[in-house]
């Protein structure tokens, strides 16, 4: 009896101790893929979580100024720091993590126009490339977009290109790009130039200002081939600045 006893004790003993050891190594694994994450994204990392809804409500009760600059698009613009990449505009921020040009599209009025601003920096589509819409499909959308910010609003419209793609990054548990392609990014970027004559709108390739010689987005500008660090927005803000001063 005391042996059986002593042998269940054993068994316990032995499956509280592997039971820990799991859950220490699931712990470990956790916190290092979090660890990569912050390293990538910093506090930008939360954004990627946050309801697309709710911001779109917080933008549209705000009491920000109006007559501004307004920067207007998804997580590319979302993450952008503006006053650090831009500190003379005392621009505003009206990018969403994961929205589309549908969804954009949508709270344009609510988000943008009703801030009477001065200039709009638009970018979109990229985000459309995943929810399988077609590079016709969102520059159809953009066209609505522009038509309804020059028909509501005196602003000086600043179109962005579409950002290049890597789909080589690494870790590949972080690479972003997944279905996305640089052929349909091309396409969507070829049409731009006509939509913005269209409406008067001023188009800036900043492509290929963040490609490498094989076409891609230039690695040391990505954590994960699809969103871009400071380095990137660095340049890209360089050449916003510019055309903003013409």
Not at 94 to 110: P, Y
């Amino acid at each position: 009896m005391k042996t059986s006893t002593a042998k269940d004790e054993f068994r316990s003993e032995r499956l509280r101790l592997t039971l820990l050891f799991l859950a220490t190594a699931v712990i470990a694994v956790a916190l290092s893929v979090f660890l990569v994450f912050w390293q990538a994204y910093g506090d930008n990392m939360f954004k990627l979580l946050g309801s697309k809804q709710a911001k779109a409500e917080a933008y549209a009760a705000s009491d920000d100024p109006k007559g501004g600059v307004v920067f207007f698009g998804d997580s590319l613009t979302e993450f952008c720091d503006l006053d650090e990449f831009y500190p003379d505009l005392n621009a505003i921020n009206r990018g969403i993590a994961g929205d589309t040009t549908s969804g954009m599209l949508e709270r344009v009025r609510s988000n943008v126009v009703k801030l009477d601003p001065s200039v709009v920096v638009f970018l979109g589509g990229a985000n459309d490339l995943h929810h399988d819409a077609t590079p016709e499909q969102i520059t159809q959308n953009i066209s609505q977009i522009l038509s309804i910010l020059t028909e509501e609003t005196s602003a000086k419209i600043i179109v962005q290109s579409l950002y290049p793609l890597n789909p080589n990054t690494f870790p590949r548990y972080m690479n972003f790009v997944s279905d996305r392609t640089n052929e349909d990014v091309l396409a969507v970027n070829a049409a731009l130039p006509d939509i913005c004559a269209r409406y008067g709108a001023t188009y800036v390739d900043v492509h290929s200002l963040l490609t490498d010689s094989d076409g891609l987005l230039r690695a040391e500008f990505t954590p994960d081939g699809l969103h871009v660090n400071g380095k990137a927005y660095r340049i890209i803000a360089a050449k916003i600045t510019e055309v903003l001063s013409l």
